[in-house]
């Protein structure tokens, strides 16, 4: 339901395969840990995929720029910096 009003979904770690089992990735792009990222119908080795109303991630080690993804999509992008900015948090090169 929350696909089809074209409301936002996320799904980090190995949670991107239950998304992948409905069918809700059939045209979208996604990753997620690399034990399962061969079960996805399109995967990426990126940390982080946003594709369409979808963000998905690879895991544990990518949940602070997950997080600020959600926080962007959802607030906006100066929010996003904003928290960034307050933890501290910058992406290694």
Known sequence: AQNE???????ICAAPKILADYGILDSRKATSHS????KLPSPSDMTLVS??????S???G?????SLAL???LKDKTTAQE???S???TQLP
Do not use: C, Y
Not at 35 to 38: I, P
Not at 62 to 66: I, K, L, R, S, W
């Open 5 to 11: 009003a074209k409301k936002e979904i996320a799904a």
């Open 83 to 85: 928290i960034a900015d």
């Open 58 to 60: 690879q895991g544990l």
């Open 62 to 66: 990518t949940a602070v720029e997950f």
């Open 51 to 56: 594709d369409e109303n979808i963000t998905t």
């Open 35 to 38: 034990s399962v990222r061969d």
């Open 87 to 89: 933890i501290h948090f």
């Open 71 to 73: 926080v962007e999509r």
